[in-house]
């Protein structure tokens, strides 16, 4: 397994920018397919983006298609959304997972891996 750790959350009002970094620990960082989850309050965990090890490919939910990019720095073995446009509908938890494969995944069952979560809230 390996270890991760959220940042960058925060308040912002709507329209504003964050961007959230999750930080790895563990040897094989570059062999985890990476992705970005968020739970809202009374909702269930949802998927939000996610990346190969190699970057090359990335999935998105489509609320957050042209707003939200995920990129990753193996080198650095940090993963990190960048998240502009945002919307009161954007405020939730947001998580970091990692899966011990190499191929991508929105669905949360397959990822091993959680960070503790960062909050984001976005102000109308």
């Known amino acids: 397994q390996v270890q991760l750790v959220e940042s960058g959350g925060g308040l912002v009002q709507a329209g504003g920018s964050l961007r959230l970094s999750c930080a790895a620990s563990?040897?094989?960082?570059?062999?985890?397919?990476m992705g970005w989850f968020r739970q809202a309050p009374g909702k269930e965990r949802e998927f939000v983006a996610s990346?190969?090890?190699?970057?090359?490919?990335?999935y998105y939910v489509d609320s957050v298609k042209g707003r939200f990019t995920i990129s990753r720095d193996n080198a650095k073995r940090t993963m990190y959304l960048q998240m502009a446009s945002l919307k009161p509908e954007d405020t939730a938890v947001y998580y970091c997972?990692?899966?011990?494969?190499?191929?991508?995944?929105?669905?949360?069952?397959?990822?091993?891996?959680w960070g503790q979560g960062t909050q984001v809230t976005v102000s109308s």
């Open positions: 563990g040897r094989t960082f570059s062999s985890y397919a």
């Open positions: 997972a990692a899966r011990g494969s190499a191929s991508v995944s929105r669905i949360a069952s397959d990822y091993d891996s």
């Open positions: 990346i190969s090890w190699a970057g090359t490919i990335k």
